[in-house]
Each structure stands twice: as C-alpha cells, then as structure tokens.
C-alpha cells in the first residue's frame, strides 16, 4: 500500500521523457519512477547481502579446509 508521497521536480525535457515512457508502457509517470527507484536501490542492498552471504560461506570453507561444514552453514541460513 503507497502511503508515502513526495513531491519532484523535474525539467521540461526529462518530464517529456518520462511522460513518453509511461504512455509507452501504458503505465503512469509515478509508477515508472518508483519501479525505477525500487531497481536503483534495492538491488544496491541484494547485492550487498549476496557479497555477505558469499564471504561467509568462504570463511565457513575455510574453517574446514577439506569439506564444507554444512552444520555452520545452515545455521549460518537460520539467523536471519
């Protein structure tokens, strides 16, 4: 639910973009701009989360040295 609002500015050459967009993809300027926003930012803190989860598994790799300890793994898994 959009409960949140926000006022932009925009110059008349991006509006006239935006506007050409959204009527191209048969949606309205809002929903272009916080499709965009939610891509923008959010795929910021996947990917910080993906790099976490990697270094993780590497030091739990390490820890074993020969075999992957998939206990700590998994535990690893269930603290979020």
């Given at each position: 639910?959009?409960?949140?609002?926000?006022?932009?500015?925009?110059?008349?050459?991006?509006?006239?973009?935006l506007?050409?967009?959204?009527?191209?993809?048969?949606?309205?300027?809002?929903?272009?701009?916080?499709?965009?926003?939610?891509?923008?930012?959010?795929?910021?803190?996947?990917?910080?989360?993906?790099?976490?989860?990697?270094?993780?598994?590497?030091?739990?790799?390490?820890?074993?040295?020969?075999?992957?300890?998939?206990?700590?793994?998994?535990?690893?898994?269930?603290?979020?």
């Amino acid at each position: 639910m959009l409960n949140k609002r926000t006022n932009i500015l925009f110059d008349e050459n991006l509006w006239k973009i935006l506007t050409t967009v959204a009527s191209r993809r048969k949606t309205s300027v809002g929903r272009l701009i916080r499709e965009a926003v939610a891509k923008i930012y959010t795929s910021d803190e996947e990917l910080e989360e993906r790099k976490k989860a990697f270094e993780e598994i590497l030091r739990i790799r390490k820890v074993s040295k020969r075999r992957i300890d998939y206990k700590a793994l998994i535990n690893y898994g269930r603290k979020d």
